[in-house]
């Protein structure tokens, strides 16, 4: 696009420059050709350039006739370079899009075990920001043009799909099929609940996170195939009451997730079938002295939880290890895990 940009202005102004040659050739031409001053030369130079068909300044001899034929010819040549570059302008944005959104297809059909979020309002632009962060693969379903004006303008790498979520095409679009998880934030209810049954019947194994306005809906969304449903009202309210009654815990977790500098995250870390680690004790697989990481709970694969496991704990594949710390540690414990 920046290489396409610097031909416009480049054609751009050879047709600058074209055009002050011709008024310049035409306003000398006149005044030596027929005597005239620069005034009137300058006038009759620009009215025969625009062919507007106004009354020649003076009654022209043949040299005359024949140079203002010549300036009209040049005139049109002019029109013509002009009408193109502005012509090149739109069609090259328009291309430039088509590209893009091919471009963009293919990039999120190469997928996998991503994240697909549908809307993106306050609540959906709250989850970009985090998963932003996190650096985790993220497809937004949205179908307001002025908010994916403001996406693609502030987070140009981002991949947006243009569409309604909940119809089954524009999930496939999204490669449902192979996510991950779908998280449903849009404003309404029902469009969450249409969202939830079209995603669960493309893909049984999707984790799916739904917003719900009303608390009433979530049962709905939950037999509809929702895997967790949250509602905004409730979430505000245990919030509110939390920073009353714990302020200085809240003040701590709000420093660790938001801090730039500090960047601490709370993650969830899969231990693979086929890991080095698999059976071996916390205290053998030296966690936190590998990859500074506080190893906070552990989900067995039976769905049993030891919280602050002790180091007779035993990793075994299928198991979650909740740790703690920035994004770069997690990657090196994940590559640890997979090795």
Partial sequence: MASQTKDLFRDLLIFALFFISIIIIGMFGYMWLEGWNWNDSLYMTFITISTVGFKEVARLDPNGQFFTIFIILLGLISIGMLTANVTSIFVSKELFRIR?????????????????????????LAVIKEFLKSGKSLVIIENNNERIEKLNEHYPQLLVINGDATTDEVLEEANIKNAKGLITALPVDASNLFVVISARSLNSDLYIVSRSVDPHTADKLYKSGANYVISPNLIEGTRMAAVMLRPTLINFLEIMMRDEELALRMEEVDVPAGSSMNGQSLQKAKIPQRTGLIVIAQKKSENAWVFNPSSTSIINKGDKLIVLGNPQKIDKLQNILGE
């Fill in 100 to 124: 893009k959104k091919k471009n963009m297809k293919k990039t999120i059909l190469k997928l996998k075990k991503h994240i697909i979020l549908c809307g993106a309002g306050d609540t959906g």
